[in-house]
């Protein structure tokens, strides 16, 4: 077989795999422990100390801003992707309409504090994750899409 036929298989093969086989690498072999400590100190006065979220959450105060959603499998947290759980957090809400050009959406999620590394919001996220049952864990898995390396 010629060399170039078998990149093409492999390649392939690559593009068959199931998603979520490669899809999860930012959670992978995070600090779970330092996940749930940060949580503890920089969201759980909003989303709750069991994930649990503020008290009808569904519903926007009179002005229009959200409660904190849970972030078990009640909320809607596991429904995003990894880079765009990241990206909320990192930018908080507002600034995170604003990139997507939706100025007008009003949020009460702050950027957090600027001690929070990079690092330490990938640890939180992966924290929250390792909340979920393993049903929500695959569902959400298939929302990210599929990385190259
Ligand atoms: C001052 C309260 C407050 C704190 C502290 C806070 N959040 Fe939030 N968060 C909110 C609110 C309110 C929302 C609802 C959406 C909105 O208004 O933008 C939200 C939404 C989110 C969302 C989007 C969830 C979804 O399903 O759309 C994520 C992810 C999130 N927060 C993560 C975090 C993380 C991680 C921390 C800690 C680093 C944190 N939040 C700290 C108030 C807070």
Redesign the pocket.
């Known amino acids: 077989m010629r060399r170039g036929s078998v990149k093409h298989i492999l390649a392939t093969l690559v593009l068959l795999l199931p998603a979520g086989a490669l899809a999860d690498h930012e959670l992978e072999n995070r600090d779970l422990r330092n996940g749930r400590a940060?949580?503890a100190v920089?969201?759980a006065?909003?989303?709750g100390a069991k994930l649990e979220g503020q008290p009808n959450w569904r519903r926007p105060g009179k002005d229009g801003?959200?409660?904190?959603?849970p972030?078990d499998e009640t909320?809607?947290?596991w429904?995003?992707d990894n880079q765009y759980?990241f990206d909320?957090?990192k930018l908080g809400?507002k600034a995170l309409f604003e990139a997507r050009g939706l100025p007008e959406i009003?949020?009460?999620?702050?950027a957090?504090a600027e001690e929070?590394t990079d690092d330490g919001?990938w640890d939180?996220?992966a924290y929250?994750r390792s909340i979920w049952p393993d049903r929500i864990r695959r569902i959400q898995a298939t929302t990210n899409p599929r990385h190259k390396r």
């Open positions: 940060l949580y920089h969201c006065s909003c989303h801003i959200r409660p904190a959603p972030h909320g809607h947290t429904h995003h759980l909320y957090t809400g009003a949020s009460g999620m702050p957090p929070l919001i939180i996220l929250i």
